[in-house]
């Protein structure tokens, strides 16, 4: 009687550690959190009435918020930073999909000279190639961001692996993979037109992740994610009224995001 009565706890025990975990079966996970990013150099190619050109190797970087607590936490003001944000559904223990946007910025270099190859018809613009390279400093010929932002909409998923498992700490590693795509905000000046600024789906996006997260008491998560993907943008709006304006591009990147989030379970425990 005595082992049965022991088999009977420790099966109890097992099942209530079980119902207990953080990322079990039917749980949810809500996540916000902040971005670093870089990119590789890319090759820009521009198409519309009058032009047809590439740029080659341009650099460009993130643009990370200064830190205040009113640009970061202020309502108004969150989507301002480059942010991440997603909802994690466990469709097994330990096992999410993951929906979410990363909303990060990619911003031109402009005091840089590259190489151009293809012709632009009118004269005041194609004077400023010679030798088959271009200043990008003065802006004149491009301004070229996507700031508001680089934004990458994706779906992906992520197994979780327990690492430490105390009362009231649980520490996860994660690796997963994700696809989505790009709709970017694109502020974008090219040779004197008015200036583009509008969201549009431009391309798609893949990455691989993986992630350190801490969960507290259950229920509160502390993230650390490092990301390398890929971005292909074949139709980017490059002018305010002519449809036929576009350009092209394609870039590896890197990302590195931290955060916060709430973890609980939707199905009823027993």
Same mark, same amino acid.
């Given at each position: 009687m005595?082992k049965?009565t022991?088999?009977?706890?420790?099966l109890?025990s097992?099942?209530?550690?079980a119902q #207990?975990e953080? !990322? +079990?079966?039917?749980?949810?996970?809500?996540?916000?959190g902040?971005? #670093?990013s870089a990119y590789?150099?890319?090759d820009?190619h521009?198409k519309?009435?009058?032009?047809?050109?590439?740029l080659?190797?341009?650099?460009?970087h993130n @643009?990370p918020?200064?830190f205040?607590?009113?640009?970061? !936490?202020?309502?108004?003001?969150?989507t301002?930073p480059?942010v991440n944000?997603?909802?994690t559904y466990f469709?097994k223990?330990n096992?999410?999909?993951?929906?979410g946007m990363?909303?990060m910025?990619?911003?031109?270099?402009?005091n +840089?000279?590259?190489?151009?190859s293809g012709?632009i018809?009118?004269p005041e613009y194609?004077?400023?190639? +010679?030798?088959?390279?271009?200043?990008?400093?003065?802006?004149?010929?491009?301004?070229?961001?996507?700031?508001?932002g680089?934004?990458y909409? #994706?779906?992906?998923?992520?197994?979780?692996?327990?690492?430490?498992?105390k009362?009231?700490l %649980?520490? =996860?590693w994660?690796?997963?993979?994700?696809?989505?795509a790009?709709?970017?905000?694109?502020n974008?000046?090219?040779m004197?037109?008015?200036?583009s600024?509008? =969201?549009?789906?431009?391309? =798609?996006g893949?990455?691989?992740?993986t992630?350190?997260s801490i969960?507290?008491? @259950?229920?509160?998560?502390?993230?650390?994610e490092?990301?390398?993907?890929?971005?292909n943008?074949?139709?980017?709006?490059?002018?305010l #009224?002519?449809k036929?304006d576009?350009?092209?591009? %394609?870039f590896?990147?890197?990302?590195?995001?931290?955060?916060i989030?709430?973890?609980?379970?939707?199905?009823?425990q027993?």
């Amino acid at each position: 009687m005595k082992k049965l009565t022991y088999l009977f706890v420790l099966l109890a025990s097992v099942v209530l550690k079980a119902q #207990n975990e953080p !990322f +079990q079966k039917g749980s949810v996970m809500v996540f916000w959190g902040w971005n #670093n990013s870089a990119y590789s150099n890319s090759d820009i190619h521009f198409k519309g009435d009058g032009y047809d050109f590439q740029l080659s190797d341009v650099v460009a970087h993130n @643009r990370p918020t200064p830190f205040s607590f009113r640009k970061y !936490f202020k309502l108004s003001n969150i989507t301002i930073p480059q942010v991440n944000y997603r909802v994690t559904y466990f469709v097994k223990n330990n096992l999410g999909i993951t929906l979410g946007m990363d909303h990060m910025k990619y911003v031109m270099d402009q005091n +840089q000279t590259v190489k151009f190859s293809g012709y632009i018809n009118d004269p005041e613009y194609s004077s400023l190639v +010679q030798n088959g390279q271009v200043s990008l400093s003065d802006g004149k010929l491009l301004t070229f961001e996507h700031t508001d932002g680089l934004n990458y909409v #994706n779906i992906g998923a992520q197994k979780y692996i327990h690492v430490i498992n105390k009362k009231d700490l %649980d520490i =996860f590693w994660s690796y997963g993979a994700g696809i989505g795509a790009l709709v970017p905000k694109s502020n974008i000046k090219l040779m004197g037109n008015e200036r583009s600024d509008r =969201f549009h789906l431009a391309g =798609f996006g893949t990455d691989v992740r993986t992630a350190v997260s801490i969960v507290i008491l @259950r229920h509160i998560v502390l993230q650390a994610e490092g990301k390398y993907g890929y971005i292909n943008m074949p139709d980017i709006k490059t002018t305010l #009224n002519n449809k036929p304006d576009k350009a092209s591009q %394609d870039f590896v990147y890197g990302e590195f995001d931290f955060g916060i989030g709430y973890t609980f379970n939707t199905r009823r425990q027993h």
